[in-house]
């Protein structure tokens, strides 16, 4: 009878501590940023790549250096 008392007291000073921290909101929900990011494509893999970060060529638009570079000689 004694270790269910003790219980009941741990198990209720546990819900009383729970109930008083603040909700924290989920790590994994994505953030909005306002308006969706302009994708291309990449002129020589075709990998889809937000227009901010492409590297522009005389031919399109790449998504790194190298493929800039095989695409245009």
Partial sequence: MRYLLIFA???LLAWRWRASRP????ASAPKQNGQPMAMIPC???G????A???VEGKLGSYCCQ????????
């Fill in 9 to 11: 007291v741990i198990a």
């Fill in 23 to 26: 909700e924290r909101k989920s």
């Fill in 43 to 45: 002129h020589q893999c």
């Fill in 47 to 50: 990998v889809h790549l937000p």
């Fill in 52 to 54: 901010q970060d492409a």
């Fill in 66 to 73: 190298d493929h800039r570079r095989q695409a245009e000689p």
